[in-house]
């Protein structure tokens, strides 16, 4: 009997054997004259953790104002109460099982049991996407374009679709690489043709997709 693929379901990062565990720290803008970077350390009793590893992960200030970094429970109490600290989040393992990434996230709960925090948040509108891929079907449903936007207007020609794929609100972009064996373009250290396509689909969504899902295609094992 042929065994579908099982699941692996969404879980809080364990801590270490010292007890650090990633959070996701979201912060208020820094101040004015001060830097995101002295901002987001000025949380932080140090650079370092007690094992001498970078404490400081990431820093965030687009889609929303924090940082990455690895704390004990003790020092996320010391973060948590301090001026300008607004939400911690225990870092969250995720795997790629759905195209639906906002329920996904649990960013629809997020947003209705604590407004406030993400007032202001712009959500990553606006942006454009791009996706390294073995091939797009432009007339997959996932390509839809109902009820979308224009693209940006920052986006130029220089990624329009080319050959037979069609271009709408969502996919802005697909170009297709053949590399021919012997060409100047061939990369040298692949004896063998490659085809490489790029596939740009919704610049105002935030929809997390498997490889081949992402661009209409068949899901990858």
């Not at 720290?25 to 002295?38: D, L, M």
């Not at 053949?178 to 060409?183: E, K």
Request: net charge positive; hydrophobic share 30%; glycine share 10%.
């Amino acid at each position: 009997m042929k065994m579908g693929r099982q699941m692996r379901q969404p879980h809080v990062e364990p801590a270490d054997g010292s007890g650090y565990r990633t959070y996701i720290i979201q912060v208020e803008k820094p101040p004015r004259g001060t830097t995101v970077a002295a901002w987001h350390h000025s949380f932080l009793t140090s650079n370092t953790t007690a094992l001498g590893e970078p404490r400081l992960w990431r820093s965030y200030h687009t889609v929303f104002d924090g940082f990455t970094a690895r704390l004990t429970e003790e020092e996320l109490n010391i973060v948590s109460a301090k001026p300008g600290f607004v939400r911690s989040f225990p870092n969250v393992i995720l795997y790629p099982q759905t195209t639906q990434t906002p329920k996904f996230l649990g960013l629809p709960n997020a947003m209705n049991e604590s407004p406030d925090n993400w007032a202001g948040v712009v959500g990553g509108r606006g942006m454009i996407t791009g996706v390294v891929d073995g091939g797009i079907y432009d007339k997959h449903t996932m390509l839809n374009d109902a009820g979308m936007d224009r693209p940006p207007e920052r986006w130029s020609e220089i990624g329009a679709c080319e050959g037979r794929i069609v271009c709408n609100n969502k996919l802005i972009g697909a170009k297709n690489k053949v590399y021919v064996l012997g060409s100047k373009d061939a990369p040298r250290w692949r004896n063998a043709r490659a085809r490489r396509a790029t596939c740009a689909p919704a610049h105002s969504t935030a929809q997390h997709r498997s490889r081949n899902e992402s661009c209409g295609g068949p899901p990858m094992e």
